[in-house]
C-alpha cells in the first residue's frame, strides 16, 4: 500500500519562508493533500493538488508536485508565529482511503 | 461551514470498562471515519464507513467496532478499553464517492484515557 513519509521538525524565523516536504510510494497517487493541525485541535485541510499539476498556488502557500520522484512539497511565504502547528501531508490512490504521513512540526520564532 | 462535533474533548476511563466515542456532523455528508493519533504514529484509521449501516475496517480496527444507524453520527465503541487504547481519537467526514477527490473535515478531537 500507500507510505508517506515526511520529516518531523523544522524551526525557521518569523518571516523567512517555510518548505515542508513529503515523499509517497505509489506513483498512481490521483490527490495530494496538506493538512494542518493547530495545538488541541483537528485537522483542517490547507490545500491541495491533482495528480495532472505541477503547481498550485494560494495565496503565501505554493504546493510543487514532483510526479517523476513522487515528490510533494509546501512553501509558505512570510511565515508567522500563527502557522506554528503540525502539517500532515497525504496521498490518495484509486478507491483508497487516505494515508497520512506523521507530520512536520512547523517552529517559527520572533 | 461544515461542523464535525466530537462529543467529550476528554474521557478518562478505566480498564475494562465499555466506551463510546461520539461523532456528529452537520452537512449531510456519506463518508464518515475514525482515526487515533499518537506522538511519532501520525494518523490511523481505525474503521470508516461510507453510507448509512455501512462499516469497513481500516488499518487497526482490533478492540473496536463502530455504529453508523443515521447518516449524521458515527459512533466508535471501545469494547472492554484497555490502556493502550489511550490516544487522541479523531472523527472526520467527507462527501463525494471513492475515488473522487474527497476532502475530510475533522472534529476537534477526544483525548481518551484508560487507566
Known amino acids: 500500500g500507500e507510505d508517506v513519509e515526511q520529516s518531523l521538525f523544522l524551526s525557521v524565523r518569523e518571516g523567512d519562508s517555510s518548505v515542508i516536504n513529503c515523499t509517497y510510494t505509489d506513483s498512481s497517487s490521483t490527490y495530494l493533500y496538506w493538512y494542518k493541525q493547530e495545538p488541541g485541535a483537528g485537522l483542517q485541510l490547507l490545500t491541495y493538488i491533482f495528480s495532472n499539476m505541477d503547481m498550485k498556488q494560494d495565496q503565501r502557500l505554493t504546493v510543487l508536485l514532483n510526479k517523476k520522484d513522487k515528490h510533494l512539497s509546501l512553501r509558505i511565504a512570510d511565515t508567522q508565529t500563527g502557522d506554528s502547528a503540525i502539517y500532515f501531508c497525504a496521498a490518495r490512490s484509486g478507491y483508497s482511503t487516505l494515508t497520512f504521513g506523521k507530520g512536520t512540526m512547523l517552529l517559527v520564532s520572533p | 461551514d461544515v461542523k464535525v462535533t466530537q462529543s467529550s474533548r476528554y474521557l478518562v476511563k478505566r480498564t475494562g470498562e465499555k466506551v463510546f466515542l461520539e461523532c456528529v456532523q452537520d452537512?449531510?455528508?456519506?463518508?464518515m471515519f475514525w482515526y487515533r493519533q499518537d506522538p511519532g504514529l501520525g494518523l490511523r484509521l481505525i474503521y470508516f464507513?461510507?453510507?448509512?449501516?455501512?462499516?469497513e475496517k481500516g488499518d487497526i480496527p482490533e478492540g473496536y467496532s463502530v455504529s453508523r444507524e443515521k447518516k449524521e453520527r458515527f459512533s466508535l465503541i471501545l469494547e472492554s478499553a484497555s490502556t493502550n487504547q489511550t490516544s487522541m481519537y479523531l472523527c472526520?467526514?467527507?462527501?463525494?464517492?471513492?475515488?473522487?477527490?474527497?476532502?475530510?473535515?475533522f472534529g476537534s478531537g477526544t483525548q481518551l484515557s484508560v487507566l
Open positions: 464507513s461510507y453510507d448509512v449501516k455501512m462499516k
Open positions: 452537512m449531510d455528508h456519506e463518508n
Open positions: 472526520a467526514s467527507s462527501s463525494g464517492g471513492r475515488g473522487n477527490n474527497e476532502k475530510l473535515f
